[in-house]
């Protein structure tokens, strides 16, 4: 390792420290721009003795990286065997990413959110530096953890993980190095956006993935997902579809109309605090979670969600039955509760959504008026000061910074609830769609999602007294209260299942509104291990025994919602 570890510090401080470059087209279907940018670093000469000792010191490096950024533990490898004087060189190195190379091509950050795949290369950026790791993630077990980067940057990861800045890693990383990022380090000054109506907008965690900026929706990496039983605040989706309000409490007031004999009822968030308090556990999800899968069989009309599109929390606040029953509403199946936000569209119409009275009367059906998110109080991004929450039901129902509620004859007139999230027949298109024939989504149907692994990752084979096998973790919901009595697994095209042990929590069923977290081992054939690549499905089971269905193409709709097909993933096993 020592004689290694020279070796390269000579390579390094030589002409020859960078790999020669030559331009190459290998990767079909990039645009001529790309393809005139992408400098590919490959070896000048195969059979080159003093390229196969760096090719060696990069694979040790490799593996080297692989445990800082995957392992749970940190390690000294090669920092041991470094030669005094190290600590100058890691400060210089430290400034590779926030420097501009001139040798390189410069990308935009959209081209870098393009290359999110091992098909399409995976690129990620730190700093200044764009880098492409794709041959890194495919050559090393767990190349899954780096996916939760693909096509964005790693800076918050390495925030984290305060071990990867080593010299060893940050002249690994470098080595990848391919462009730098147009724009740098600036951000976008909030002066030159004054008068805009996004000008205030929340500061969001560096690990949630957008879907769309503007409005801001975004989900975090789908490998973070299961790692808890309650989501994060600061890791919980956004589903944004206006800009965010600012609300302060001085100013908050909530209007209720009844249509009763008493007059209406203006309540302020004191007066909402003070108010018997109860807590629910609820997971929401977004009517478009997993989009994406869907569009893979069919074109839709939506943002492309990823399985992330949904989070698990502990809500807090005032009942609304509670609030109802004191302004004499009385329960009637045909009338509706109709919930209004303080986000507003250009024509300044608020958001709004509606469900039924029975479900908001109902004492077991739970709906809160909720001001704490994990026993904090909610950030602005989630609804803050007030949202409604209506466990067991879409996302698009949970109105956020709430102002008025209005029990009403008919349903909410907004478009979100008449011409959007509703499903139709995969036979029914942009021509024939009539959204007054199809009924809004309530409940969501159930649903599960493999967090880890992730597609196209490798995955090491374990071994026990059993034989080989890997480890699947993921989540699973269903809406209405149902709660997941079994998920399902193969590896093998169904011909056998595997069923995952479930952590969940202990509520009587039509009550169970949290998610359910899974793990699975799942046996491993020979047969499989030489032929390398395996597709994991997975599939739940809720207690009026709904299952998943298995094709995408059964369930197609032009708003690409309800997306609840088996989630399959393809990884490669070493």
């Known amino acids: ?78 920092a041991k065997e470094a030669p005094a004087g190290k600590d100058d ?21 959209a081209q870098v959110e393009s290359h999110n795949s091992a098909e399409a290369r995976i690129w990620v950026t730190y700093g200044l530096g764009v880098y492409d790791v794709t041959d890194f993630a495919e050559n090393h077990p767990g190349g899954d953890k780096i996916m939760m980067a693909a096509g964005s940057a790693i800076d918050p990861f390495w925030a984290i993980y305060q071990q990867h800045n080593t010299l060893e890693v940050l002249e690994l990383l470098e080595g990848f190095r391919i462009g ?100 629910v556990t609820a997971a929401i999800m977004c009517g478009g979670n997993r989009r994406s899968e869907m569009t893979k069989f069919k074109a839709v009309k939506g943002l492309s969600w990823g399985a992330g599109a949904v989070g698990n929390a502990k809500w807090s606040g005032a009942r609304l039955c509670d609030v109802l029953a004191q302004q ?34 109902d004492p077991r059906g739970d709906v809160l008026l909720a001001y704490e998110m994990n026993d904090e109080p909610l950030s602005r991004d989630h609804g803050y000061p007030i949202r409604v929450i209506v466990p067991g039901t879409v996302g698009a129902r949970n109105v956020k910074w709430l102002t008025r509620i209005v029990v009403a004859d008919q349903e909410s007139d907004s478009h979100w609830q008449q011409n959007d999230y509703k499903g139709f027949s995969p036979s029914t298109d ?57 998920v399902d697994l ?46 994991i499905w997975a599939k739940a089971v809720d207690s009026a025994y709904n299952v998943q269905p298995e094709k995408f193409e059964h369930i197609w709709n032009l708003r690409g919602v309800l997306a609840n097909a088996y989630h399959k993933v393809r990884v490669k096993l070493v």
């Not at 430290?94 to 410069?106: A, E, M, Q």
């Not at 967090?451 to 993921?474: A, I, M, Y």
């Not at 952590?503 to 977290?517: A, C, I, K, M, N």
Request: charged share 25%; hydrophobic share 35%.
């Open 180 to 279: 730098n990022l147009e724009g740098g380090l600036a951000e976008t000054s909030v002066e030159t956006e004054l008068g805009s109506p996004w000008a205030q907008e929340p500061q969001r965690h560096a690990l949630l993935k957008p879907a769309s900026k503007r409005p801001f929706n975004a989900e975090p990496p789908i490998g973070m997902l299961a790692e808890n039983f309650l989501t994060p605040n600061e890791l919980f989706y956004v589903r944004n579809h206006l800009p965010v309000p600012v609300i302060t409490e001085a100013e908050y007031e909530l209007e209720i109309e009844t249509g009763c004999a008493k007059p209406p009822l203006t309540l302020t968030l004191a007066g909402i605090r003070a108010l018997p308090k109860h807590s």
């Open 89 to 109: 060189e890691e400060e210089v190195a430290r400034l590779w990413h926030v420097t501009v190379r001139s040798d390189l091509p410069t990308y935009k950050q």
């Open 430 to 486: 942009w021509d024939t769609v009539d959204f007054s024939k199809s009924d809004a989504i309530q409940a969501m149907p159930v649903t599960s999602a493999i967090c880890t692994p992730q597609p196209g990752s490798r995955v090491r084979v374990d071994e026990d007294k059993d034989g080989g096998h890997v480890t699947v973790r993921g989540y699973a919901w269903s809406g209405g209260g149902r709660k997941i009595v079994r």
């Open 490 to 535: 193969t590896n093998d095209e169904g011909q056998s299942w595997h069923v995952a042990e479930l952590e969940q929590e202990d509520q009587p069923d039509g009550r169970h509104y949290g998610w359910s977290l899974w793990t699975a081992r799942l046996p491993v054939t020979e047969a499989q291990r030489k032929g390398g690549d395996l597709e």
């Open 328 to 361: 004499g509403v009385k329960p009637d199946e045909t009338r509706h509760v109709i919930f209004e936000g303080a986000d507003l569209d250009p024509t300044s119409h608020p958001y709004g959504a509606s469900i039924p009275l029975a479900k908001a009367l």
């Open 1 to 78: 390792m020592r004689l290694l570890w020279r070796t390269f510090q000579g390579l390094a401080k030589s002409r020859n420290r960078r790999l020669l470059a030559t331009t190459t087209t290998r990767w079909s279907g990039r645009n001529q721009e790309e393809r005139e940018q992408r400098q590919d670093h490959q070896w000048s000469h195969p059979d080159s003795r003093l390229e196969q000792l760096l090719y060696a010191t990069y694979w040790a490096g490799g593996l080297a990286l692989a445990y800082h950024w995957l392992g749970p533990k940190k390690t000294d490898l090669l």
